[in-house]
């Protein structure tokens, strides 16, 4: 992943609708994946999307989905989102005990799907440290999950360094007030997957707009 920047569009920022057109919109504007964030309502304040519209997604998307579980007991709903398409699949660490996170990453993967981790600001970098090799992705949040459009928070940038020092490999997401200026801060930290939703889709000109992140 060295080298390559795979951004990811948030649909959270999309015209819901009119999803299909918007998906196809970032699409051929050189989007990598497609970001879906989900929020229960008790994780996270908001309430978004669930397993019947990602399923709809997964059927006119071209690129992998990026599946965010914002969600009380994440485990529960690994099977489900498996099914409806997901292609990587993040849970949020504080929504996990930490002696089942081991567990929960295998069980993601036994459906072929990548497995991330989310951070949200408060929590510290050390906390995953012991499961970076057996992930595939770490989601750094810079803002508190929940609603799109917030501002970026410049100190959550330093737990990127930290987690690349502890691996090369892994993928580092960054999510949350990404844009031009915000996205070389991510970048010169060691991030190499960007989370945007505003900055794209509510861009003049999304291509231009997903081109300055890389």
């Known amino acids: 992943m060295k080298g390559k920047i795979i951004v990811s569009p948030s649909i959270l920022s999309a015209d819901f609708a009119n999803l299909e057109r918007d998906i196809h919109r970032v699409e051929v504007s050189g989007a990598d994946w497609l970001h879906v964030d989900v929020m229960d309502g008790h994780f996270v304040p908001n309430i978004t999307i669930g397993v019947p519209v990602v399923a709809s997604v ?23 989102f498996a099914h409806a398409g997901a292609d990587i699949l993040t849970f949020h660490y504080e929504a ?5 996170i081991s ?23 050390d906390k995953c440290f012991m499961f970076l090799e057996e992930l595939d992705m ?5 803002v508190e999950p929940g609603f799109g ?5 410049a100190d959550c940038a330093e737990k990127i360094n930290q987690i690349r020092e502890k691996s090369e490999d892994i993928i580092i997401q960054v999510d949350g007030g990404i844009n031009k200026e915000t996205a070389e801060i991510c970048k010169g930290n060691g991030a190499n997957s960007l989370v945007a939703g505003s900055y794209i ?4 000109n999304i291509e231009k707009a997903i ?4």
Not at 59 to 69: E, G, N
Not at 96 to 100: A, I, L, Q, R
Not at 138 to 142: E, G, H, K, S
């Open 58 to 80: 997964k059927k006119v998307a071209k690129i992998p989905l990026d599946v965010h579980l914002m969600i009380e007991n994440p485990r529960k709903y690994v099977e489900p």
């Open 96 to 100: 996990v005990k930490e002696d089942e």
């Open 103 to 125: 567990d929960l990453i295998k069980y993601i993967k036994s459906f072929g799907m990548k497995a991330g981790m989310s951070i949200k600001p408060k929590t510290h970098a």
């Open 138 to 142: 770490l989601l750094v949040m810079t």
């Open 149 to 153: 459009g917030q501002m970026f928070m």
């Open 201 to 204: 889709y509510k861009s003049d």
């Open 211 to 214: 081109l300055s992140l890389k």
